[in-house]
């Protein structure tokens, strides 16, 4: 593809040529063993996601918009089309909030990775390792694209998950449908053109942030369905005159350092990276969660001991915690709990914990809870890591006039903090059992582990069957 002028080399066709030509043997063993570990937690997040109301409710509306389909959706027992059921999979695997997140980035890469992954291998009957493979690639390109921004699509309001999945979905799809380099080049030319996603969800708890891999998948998919077909892109949709960063950053787009979106491929494996998550609550307040807990276990603190409490987070997180603060403070539902500082401290704090049981309506109507998170504050960590890592602190003062601290530097689930592998199924199994029940679960787990055996088709009929009864 001929060269339009912008800074040499081109990383649309860098990354390209590093999806096409990517062989399983070219992947260290350690990488590939993480890969579907990352992917078996992803899909345990996906079975607990799919006993929930967005679930079903997604699920109905996309058989209205366009019927059924021969397409696989994880643990509901159902078919859609395949770009609706790649969409409904992004959206279980993201939906709860609990699946794994590119620290330097700030993305959801298995959620934006996977399902056009998935949904390509089923309907190629693709081998297994030809799945995984493509996955790989495509969670190279996600992170890529948020380790270039550098935060900057959200300091503008964009979330970046939502933005960085259009490209990674298409080099998983193309990958599997046979596409070249240049034609993979041409489909992230495409994906420029329709790459978005709001935050304003934030304001009010509203679903859009589910649905926003999922979008994602459809649109890689199709972007690489008709560059496959011919279909030209353009040729610099990353750094452009008129590329993603200066779309969507602006001014803030001349710090972009482009190296970074093909830098290392092959060498430096950012899936490594990905972290994976012990609380099913944004990433910005896991550290927030653990200094709680540690504040309560230490000191013996009770609800009613505690006077204030500040949380402390990067500044520029602040407002995505704490605003509008009477939703902040009370949250009328889950996903408006899952952003919330004051809720996390208070949930900490006050129990000691943080699982989807803490989720769930009457929980969220704890005394103890709400009290505590009409006391709690935020103010700027002087010390934080972020974005390489989401640190977070909680200071609490009591009653009786005694301070104390705690503090996370590095979230656990990331960096040296990173949960092992045996973690992860034990995280798989916790989600995944009370869903489908120990036995599915079971096989599902030795499905996923097992991937490189296994065809596409052989793969999905053992992630699609719900729980018996389930009405799905």
């Not at 495509?138 to 270039?148: D, P, Q, S, V, W």
């Not at 909680?394 to 949960?419: I, M, Q, Y």
Request: hydrophobic letters at 45%; aromatic letters at 6%.
């Amino acid at each position: 593809m001929p060269d339009s002028g912008g800074p040499a080399p081109n990383p649309a066709e860098r990354l390209a040529a590093f999806a096409a030509e990517l062989r399983a043997g070219d992947v260290p063993a350690a990488v590939r063993e993480r890969a579907r570990h990352l992917i078996l937690d992803a899909l345990g997040v996906a079975a607990a996601s799919s006993r929930q109301e967005f679930a079903r409710v997604m699920l109905e509306g996309f058989r209205a918009a366009g019927g059924g389909g021969g397409s696989g959706v994880v643990a509901m027992g159902a078919r859609l089309s395949l770009r609706d059921a790649a969409a409904l999979n992004a959206a279980l695997i993201h939906g709860l909030d609990f699946d794994d997140t590119h620290p330097g980035a700030v993305v959801h890469c298995t959620a934006v990775s996977l399902p056009a992954a998935l949904a390509l291998g089923e309907e190629r009957d693709a081998p297994g390792a030809e799945i995984l493979t493509a996955y790989i690639a495509a969670m190279e390109c996600a992170a890529r694209i948020g380790l270039a921004a550098d935060y900057g699509f959200h300091r503008r309001g964009f979330h970046a998950t939502g933005i960085a999945g259009h490209f990674s979905s298409a080099l998983a799809a193309g990958r599997l449908m046979g596409l070249d380099a240049p034609a993979l080049a041409s489909a992230q030319g495409v994906c420029v053109s329709t790459a978005a996603a709001s935050r304003e969800f934030w304001s009010d708890g509203a679903w859009n942030k589910r649905l926003h891999p999922g979008w994602a998948a459809q649109a890689g998919i199709t972007a690489a369905g008709l560059a496959g077909a011919g279909f030209k892109g353009c040729e610099r949709p990353y750094d452009g005159r008129f590329g993603l960063f200066r779309m969507l950053m602006g001014e803030e787009a001349d710090g972009v350092d482009y190296a970074l979106l093909a830098g290392g491929l092959g060498e430096r494996w950012e899936l490594l990276e990905s972290a994976v998550k012990p609380f099913p609550t944004c990433h910005y307040t896991h550290a927030i969660i653990d200094s709680a807990i540690a504040l309560r276990r230490d000191h013996g603190l009770e609800p009613d001991d505690i006077a204030r409490i500040t949380v402390l987070v990067h500044e520029d997180l602040i407002a995505a915690l704490m605003e509008p603060e009477a939703l902040k403070r009370s949250p009328p539902e889950d996903y408006a709990a899952r952003f919330s500082a004051p809720w996390a401290a208070a949930c900490g704090l006050a129990l000691g914990r943080l699982g989807l049981a803490e989720l769930e309506p009457e929980a969220l109507q704890d005394p103890r809870v709400l009290a505590l998170a009409a006391r709690a504050g935020c103010r700027p960590d002087p010390d934080s890591l972020f974005p390489r890592y989401f640190s977070a602190g909680v200071e609490v003062e009591t009653r009786s006039g005694a301070r104390f601290r705690h503090h996370e530097a590095v979230n656990r689930g990331a960096g040296d903090r990173a949960l092992s592998n045996a973690e992860i199924v034990e995280k798989f199994h916790a989600n995944a059992a009370p869903a489908l029940g120990e036995a599915r679960a079971g096989a599902m787990a030795a499905h996923v582990l097992d991937m490189e055996g296994l065809t596409g088709r052989e793969l999905m009929e053992g992630l699609i069957p719900a729980a018996p009864g389930c009405g799905l």
